[in-house]
C-alpha cells in the first residue's frame, strides 16, 4: 500500500486563500476600522466570491458591498457600518478566476472599549 501511495503523481492543488487582511486575524483594535480587506493568492471570480461581517449576535454589519475590486481580482474589500465595542466575525468566499475552486473561511477581531 505504501509504495502504491508513493509512486503517485505529485499534483499541487491551487485554491484560493488569504494571504493578508486588514484588520489582521485576532486584532484587538482601539477603534472600530471603516472597512475589511482582504488579498488573496489568486484572481478571483466576481460573482462567486463573497465578503461579509458579523457581530455576536449574529447581525450582518457590513455596509452589504462585499466584493472582489475590478482593479485587482486577487482583493475584496467590505465597508462597515459605525460598529461598537465588541467582537466581530469575516466570513469570505473565494471562487478561483481559472479553475471556478471554491474555498471560504472565517477570522475575528475585536474592537475594545474606549479607555476612561
Do not use: C, I
Request: aromatic share 8%; charged share 25%.
Amino acid at each position: 500500500m505504501a509504495a502504491a501511495v508513493s509512486l503517485a503523481p505529485a499534483t499541487a492543488w491551487a485554491h484560493p486563500r488569504p494571504v493578508r487582511s486588514s484588520p489582521a486575524p485576532n486584532a484587538a483594535l482601539p477603534r472600530p476600522p471603516a472597512k475589511v480587506q482582504v488579498w488573496f493568492n489568486e484572481e478571483l471570480d466576481t460573482k462567486g466570491s463573497k465578503l461579509s461581517v458579523w457581530n455576536e449576535q449574529g447581525e450582518q454589519v457590513d455596509r452589504g458591498d462585499g466584493k472582489v475590486s475590478l482593479d485587482n481580482r486577487a482583493f475584496m474589500e467590505a465597508g462597515l457600518k459605525p460598529l461598537p465595542p465588541g467582537r466581530y466575525t469575516v466570513k469570505w468566499r473565494a471562487m478561483a478566476d481559472d479553475d471556478k475552486a471554491v474555498t471560504q473561511g472565517e477570522f475575528t477581531f475585536t474592537v475594545a472599549a474606549p479607555q476612561k
